[in-house]
T-cell receptor
Framework: GNSVTQMEGPVTLSEEAFLTINCTYT??????LFWYVQYPGEGLQLLLK?????DKGSNKGFEATYRKETTSFHLEKGSVQVSDSAVYFC???????????FGDGTTLTVKP | KAGVTQTPRYLIKTRGQQVTLSCSPI?????VSWYQQTPGQGLQFLFE???????NKGNFPGRFSGRQFSNSRSEMNVSTLELGDSALYLC???????????FGSGTQLSVL
């Protein structure tokens, strides 16, 4: 079956530091890849997505590139802010079955 | 455009009782999926409905069931509640089976 493995947290950074959260996946076929973010007390919301190999998703300064050769979709941001503190989930969506599979989530805390 | 609405927001039940959670998707969205979120297990897929048909089911016991109505609204039912069912239950909708997910704020269920 499909699976998503995320870098374990929690991750604590100082403001303006560089962020990388690793994500690798196992899937049959060619899934779409997503990063979702969950702020405290809220539901998940889509951060960015990529639907095919070499696509780069970007939003709010975050970026991730769909790497088919390494089955990875690492999340990066050049300069984090306190407001980026949240839980980040990597996910894949099976384009045939429509089912989504999520990683365990990585908690990011950014300190001023 | 209204987002995904889940009711109730909080629920307290005792062991052995049953519970029904409700989800109203974004207007025009035909796919609704349910997830259980716990600190220890992360985000676990429960099931997905599309046009009133269950398309996918996760690895949960038969006590967990759901349905989708002709207006795309969905309900999830858990019978014979156990302490371990305490979790945040998230509903997500999408326009189609391969589209990005829009999440509700969830129903926080506490089983005493």
């Amino acid at each position: 079956g499909n699976s998503v493995t995320q870098m374990e947290g929690p991750v604590t950074l100082s403001e303006e530091a560089f962020l990388t959260i690793n994500c690798t996946y196992t899937a049959t076929g060619y899934p779409s890849l997503f990063w979702y973010v969950q702020y405290p007390g809220e539901g998940l919301q889509l951060l960015l997505k990529a639907t095919k190999a070499d696509d780069k998703g970007s939003n709010k300064g975050f970026e991730a590139t769909y790497r088919k050769e390494t089955t990875s979709f690492h999340l990066e941001k050049g300069s984090v802010q306190v407001s980026d503190s949240a839980v980040y989930f990597c996910a894949l969506r099976d384009t045939n079955a429509g089912k989504s599979t999520f990683g365990d989530g990585t908690t990011l805390t950014v300190k001023p | 455009k209204a987002g995904v609405t889940q009711t109730p927001r909080y629920l307290i039940k005792t062991r052995g009782q049953q519970v029904t959670l409700s989800c109203s998707p974004i207007s025009g969205h035909r796919s609704v999926s349910w997830y259980q979120q716990t600190p220890g297990q992360g985000l676990q897929f429960l099931f997905e409905y599309f046009s009133e048909t269950q398309r996918n089911k996760g690895n949960f016991p038969g006590r967990f069931s759901g349905r989708q109505f002709s207006n795309s609204r969905s309900e999830m039912n858990v019978s014979t509640l156990e302490l371990g069912d305490s979790a945040l239950y998230l509903c997500a909708s999408s326009r189609d089976i391969n589209e990005k997910l829009f999440f509700g704020s969830g129903t926080q269920l506490s089983v005493l």
